[in-house]
């Protein structure tokens, strides 16, 4: 994993402190998507001394040389991971809460409305609506 992030930064560029290797082996070895601040939290429970302000430098110097994505839900939160390509999210009615997709459902599908229409497809955008497992377990109370 450590060779892994090793590789990362040297490809972008970038040198290697221990915020950004910190940052990357949380996102890149636990393959999640994360907010600012639950990375902040997550690194202060691992007993790192960042503040949520170095937190967010180091996610903007790290999505700048593409080695992070982020995803905005709603123009309030926004998620970082490690992968290219972009994510689509589950919103649930209930509380709010935002699930992102590991993959875009749409790929295929696109490539299909290419070939039958001759269109060429440069972008797409929907949203998923409905209740989370949780919210599923209190409406059926
Ligand atoms: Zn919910
Ligand atoms: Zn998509």
Redesign the pocket.
Known sequence: MKEKIDVLLQNAGLKRTRQREWILSLLVEGDVHLTAEQIYSALKAKGQPFGLATVYRTLAALEQSGILSKTEVDGRQSYYYAEGG?R?QLLCTGCGKVILLRE????QFLRAVEAEYGFAVTG?SFEIIGLCPDCRKKEEK
């Open positions: 972009h689509h875009c459902p749409a790929e797409h």
